[in-house]
């Protein structure tokens, strides 16, 4: 009869609604039950969140997006108020975005994020009123489940991890621009969604050895406008450095060194589009890398990653309207400017100066190689002021177009676009319009690959003002909008980053038509004896350069590169400049 009245009471609470939350779950992470020592495993960290925003209304677990792995991105956000809509929230409040787990075997971020949110939706961290948390838990599902114990070599745990490589063993944080990866493009997504006023992606560094345990890599501040490069510089920056060191938490920045030691001073490292602070500052987000110690033991690493994370969130937290309001007055006062830098260098005669923490090291002779290796000693610790070479400098500017034109038959460069919410339209109608044109000069390209593509660099274009004749459908990219520093990174193809760069257009490398010699032949003399000015020209190169004299080929090859029959698409960049009036 118990049995009976228990099922019958069980139905009508069900009837009515009710539920009963499972309290059961033990929140406490593998990272913390190993004492420091283990990351837990992918299905894990996605079970954890769950069962998070499940019990606690102020956690929300989403999907957006698929990865290589065959697996969805997550997004898992924090907000005492339960209001997860952020077309309105990024209006009202700042929103950090923390990446984890681009390099997974990286995994310092990926436990300091599950206690970070744990503890703000238990109350164990103060909630902040001004900004929204949100993160993704694990970036490269691929890496995370490619699980193993050795091939961090240089690192100093967890017991086991993930990989570097993802599912189709793509670095992931060199695909931000490129977009290869279903992984990427789920990120833009996500970016796009959330519209990050500051982000933050948890690394673990590679390269000499010295005392911190954190470092930090801001984004590169003189890519930023004025104001906001000087806030992130002069007050972000050191403000963070403040209050790590009341936490007893010694911070450098990222020690950019290889195969020497630091104690000459290093150059910041400068963040392209491809990586991923390079990527969210084209929208003027405040980026920063959070790069460990890789010798540095792991419960360190971890509790030394979430104390920066809560710090950068206090920060955040009291500057919520300057760094709104700097973010906006940047896109309006770049979108003014006449020119944009497309290309940097390392300024050498500026510098700032700070005491570095390092250990002696020297070079001695291998015992495997014979050769001199670099050694360090750690009983030799040291404290001295060293330069630090964080002012670059632009060494291309081109000048701002009104907007560009993209011929539709460039769908992949159009796709991309439109998965970063770059405003756009199309034609309606066959048009004829006075553009600027660029033809290719020069280029050269890598030997070896690089991600998937051999990449060029140096590359020159020459401009021409002409009316082309576009179709209609034909796609218009204005320059005026939140896009803008995206656009012109991506479109102008000097920039480091480009889609000329990244092998988008290499189709206008290869000439599609040519000539046979003994048809050329007379077809060439015969425009040599109508055209008097080709024919000086001709003859003057043969006598100025020796090896065009002596290669007949060459020759042939020159005269009907100048001629009516030489291919208009070989070496035409495909993309076209309205410009400003």
């Not at 956000?77 to 923390?98: C, M, S, W």
């Not at 206690?115 to 929204?132: E, F």
Request: charged share 20%.
């Amino acid at each position: 009869m118990k049995k009976i009245l228990f099922l019958i009471l069980s139905v009508i609470l069900i009837g009515c609604g009710t539920t009963t939350e499972d309290t059961s779950y033990d929140f406490t992470t593998r990272y913390e039950k190993s004492q420091g020592t283990e990351t837990p495993t992918y299905p894990e960290v996605i079970t954890f969140y769950q069962k998070l925003a499940d019990q606690y209304p102020s956690i929300q677990l989403e999907a957006i997006g698929m990865t290589d792995s065959g697996h969805p991105l997550h997004l898992v956000t924090f907000d005492p108020d339960q209001n997860f809509n952020f077309e309105t929230l990024h209006q009202k409040k700042n929103v950090l975005l923390i990446n984890n787990g681009i390099h997974p075997g990286e995994s310092d971020g990926i436990d300091a994020t599950m206690l970070l949110m744990r503890d703000l939706a238990q109350g164990h961290v103060t909630s902040p009123k001004n900004t929204i948390i949100t993160a993704i838990p694990i970036y490269n599902i691929g890496g995370a489940l490619n699980r193993n114990s050795t091939t961090r070599t240089n690192q100093n745990g967890p017991k086991s991890y993930g990989f570097r490589g993802n599912a189709r063993n793509y670095d992931l944080n060199r695909d931000f621009i490129k977009n290869d990866t279903k992984n990427a493009q789920a990120f833009a997504k996500v970016f796009h969604h959330v519209q990050p006023d500051v982000f933050i992606d948890n690394h673990v560094s590679n390269g000499a050895d010295y005392q911190y345990t954190l470092t930090h890599l801001f984004t590169q501040h003189n890519k930023l406008h004025h104001q906001l490069g000087q806030y992130l510089k002069n007050e972000l920056q050191p403000q963070l450095e403040n209050h790590l060191s009341e936490k007893q938490w010694d911070i450098t920045p990222y020690v950019n060194v290889w195969g020497t030691t630091p104690d000459k001073g290093f150059s910041q490292f400068l963040d392209t589009p491809r990586y991923s602070t390079g990527y969210t500052t084209l929208w003027n987000t405040l980026g920063m890398m959070v790069e460990t110690h890789m010798l540095k033991p792991y419960k360190k690493r971890v509790d030394g990653t979430y104390e920066l994370m809560k710090s950068m969130i206090e920060i955040i937290e009291k500057d919520a309207s300057k760094i709104k309001q700097l973010r906006s007055s940047a896109l309006a006062s770049f979108t003014k400017e006449k020119t944009y830098p497309i290309l940097w260098k390392v300024d050498t005669t500026r510098y700032s100066k700070f005491d570095f923490k390092g250990f002696n090291g020297d070079y001695i002779p291998s015992e495997i190689t014979g050769a001199n290796r670099l050694k360090y000693y750690r009983d030799q610790p040291y404290q001295k002021t060293i330069k630090y070479k964080d002012y670059f400098k632009a060494t291309k500017n081109i000048s701002i177009p009104e907007a560009y034109i993209i011929p539709q038959g460039w769908w992949p460069v159009i796709e991309r676009l439109q998965l970063n919410k770059v405003e756009m339209h199309q034609l309606q109608k066959d048009s004829t319009i006075q553009v600027e044109s660029y033809r290719i000069a020069d280029y050269k390209t890598r030997n070896t690959p690089f991600e998937g593509h051999y990449l060029h660099y140096n590359t020159n274009v020459s401009a021409n003002n002409e009316n082309i004749h576009f179709s209609k459908g034909d796609w218009v990219v204005p320059t005026n909008q939140s896009a803008f520093r995206y656009v012109l990174e991506t479109l102008e193809p000097e920039a480091t980053d480009s889609f000329f760069n990244w092998n988008f257009f290499d189709t206008i490398l290869q000439q599609k038509e040519g000539f046979s010699p003994y048809v050329w032949e007379d077809k060439a003399l015969a425009i040599l004896k109508t055209d008097a000015n080709l024919k000086m020209s001709f003859e003057q190169k043969k006598t100025q350069d020796s090896s065009f004299a002596s290669n007949w080929y060459a020759q042939l090859d020159w005269i009907h590169k100048h001629s009516a029959h030489y291919e208009k698409a070989h070496l035409q960049y495909p993309i076209y400049r309205i410009l400003r009036r």
